[in-house]
């Protein structure tokens, strides 16, 4: 996943926290092995060199996330989807060389893309790729899905009072003793969020301009290149891994579109101003509760 992650929580004495955290911690870490598109021996990884050949056992943890990512993928109308690591590889290629891809290494990247080419079977816990060279990209989903996971974590283990922070991702638990909830910046206002998770996503951070046009690092699976537009969202959801994905999804739907996505999925849109008046969503619990937006 490839960020720094950061964890806020309150417990009886400096000793549990430590451990808890710890725990949390190494969680996140687990996760980020299984899900990582850069590792080898990663379960992801694994999966792809399956590709074409039929069901494959995974995890629950691999399997949740897809079956999270194909909800949203449906729901989205196939601007979010996971399956779009063959067209991130290649356009990562190109952004470190500055072109665009050739039209034929477009093409063959975006033959094995498609949400509707990954087959889930729930009873089994079974998942099938349908082509060879198909890959699996958890980037849109996988911090989210991690921040939630460590944020349940720490709940069974007496500390629900907790906050993980994964780049633009944060996931809330129950909020600090005596207030309504944590506080989250969002375009320079403070937004109260608890048993919720606040995701950010677009390219003020990340971007690159190819003979005059500028690109942003998330790619569209629609037409295998980076967003255009200058476009930043930041989403509230009921999880880490809904917000996250709707996030990436929201960074590439019009406005109208992505209203009616957060109001099937039980999330609102916080900011969506052009990328270059966005921050990116930070936690102060420290900061007064009462502030609203």
């Given at each position: 996943m490839g960020v720094e992650a950061r964890i806020v929580l309150f417990a009886a004495d400096e000793q549990a926290a430590v451990?808890?955290?710890?725990?949390?911690?190494?969680?996140?870490a687990r996760?980020?092995?299984?899900?990582?598109?850069?590792?080898?021996?990663?379960?992801?990884?694994?999966?792809?060199?399956?590709a074409g050949c039929g069901p494959v056992p995974v995890s629950q943890d691999l399997f949740d996330v897809l079956w999270r990512a194909r909800e949203v993928s449906e729901a989205t109308?196939?601007?979010?989807?996971?399956?779009?690591?063959?067209?991130?590889r290649l356009w990562r290629a190109a952004r470190r060389a500055g072109t665009l891809p050739a039209a034929a290494e477009l093409a063959r990247a975006r033959a094995l893309?498609?949400?509707?080419?990954?087959?889930?079977?729930?009873?089994?816990?079974?998942?099938?790729?349908?082509?060879?060279?198909?890959?699996?990209?958890?980037?849109?989903?996988?911090?989210?899905?991690?921040?939630?996971?460590?944020?349940d974590l720490l709940a069974d283990l007496g500390h629900a009072r907790a906050l993980v922070q994964m780049g633009g991702d944060v996931v809330c638990g129950a909020p600090p003793p005596g207030r309504d909830g944590?506080?989250?910046?969002?375009?320079?206002?403070?937004?109260?969020?608890?048993?919720?998770?606040?995701?950010?996503?677009?390219?003020?951070a990340q971007h690159v301009v190819i003979d005059g046009v500028r690109y942003g690092h998330v790619v569209d699976p629609r037409t295998g290149l980076g967003a255009q537009g200058a476009r930043q969202v930041t989403i509230e959801a009921a999880d880490g891994a809904t917000a996250d994905a709707l996030a990436t999804a929201g960074a590439l739907l019009a406005r109208d579109q992505l209203g009616a996505v957060?109001?099937?999925?039980?999330?609102?849109?916080?900011?969506?101003?052009?990328?270059?008046?966005q921050r990116s969503s930070a936690a102060h619990p420290e900061a007064d509760p009462g502030a609203g937006p």
């Open positions: 451990r808890a955290a710890q725990a949390a911690f190494a969680e996140i996760l980020e092995a299984a899900f990582s598109d850069w590792r080898d021996d990663s379960e992801l990884s694994q999966l792809a060199e399956r109308d196939g601007a979010f989807d996971v399956t779009v690591g063959p067209l991130v893309v498609g949400w509707g080419l990954v087959a889930l079977d729930a009873r089994a816990r079974t998942v099938a790729l349908a082509k060879p060279g198909m890959r699996l990209d958890l980037g849109g989903i996988g911090k989210g899905h991690a921040g939630q996971r460590a944020v944590w506080q989250i910046d969002v375009d320079g206002r403070r937004v109260l969020v608890a048993r919720r998770a606040v995701a950010t996503s677009g390219d003020a957060l109001d099937g999925l039980g999330a609102r849109l916080l900011g969506g101003e052009p990328a270059a008046g």
